[in-house]
Nanobody
Framework: QVQLVESGGGLVQPGGSLRLSCAAS????????MNWYRQAPGKQRELVAT???????NYADSVKGRFTISRDNAKNSVYLQVNSLKPEDTAVYYC????????????????????WGQGTQVTVSS
């Protein structure tokens, strides 16, 4: 079982920055790909950024060059640095841990599944 807790959201002016954090429980954090999603009012949840267990990253076109995802396996944490914020970035941001294939790790078997945090609100407004 993995629990995810996001933090770092808030109200920021256009052009501003925030650093979102996601702290994970459990001892197998480093085998999960970690994702940040967001959902704006009246819109579908969209994938914003991904970092694999090996550290490879990928971003939605709408945030490339402005957002940076990183992870610290020693701290069981993933981060999303969001810069040059725009009003259209306003959304609830969710942390997601995704294990596509079940595997053994540390003497335990982890089945394929994903976990979600509760979300953190980011509002960009002047």
């Amino acid at each position: 079982q993995v629990q995810l807790v996001e933090s770092g959201g808030g109200l920021v002016q256009p052009g501003g920055s925030l650093r979102l954090s996601c702290a994970a429980s459990g001892s197998a954090f480093n085998i999960f790909a970690m994702n940040w999603y967001r959902q704006a009012p009246g819109k579908q949840r969209e994938l914003v950024a991904t970092i694999t267990s090996e550290g490879a990253t990928n971003y939605a076109d709408s945030v490339k060059g402005r957002f940076t995802i990183s992870r610290d396996n020693a701290k069981n944490s993933v981060y999303l640095q969001v810069n040059s914020l725009k009003p259209e970035d306003t959304a609830v941001y969710y942390c997601n841990a995704d294990l596509r294939r079940g595997r053994w790790y540390g003497g335990a078997y982890y089945p394929a599944r994903e976990y979600w945090g509760q979300g953190t609100q980011v509002t960009v407004s002047s």
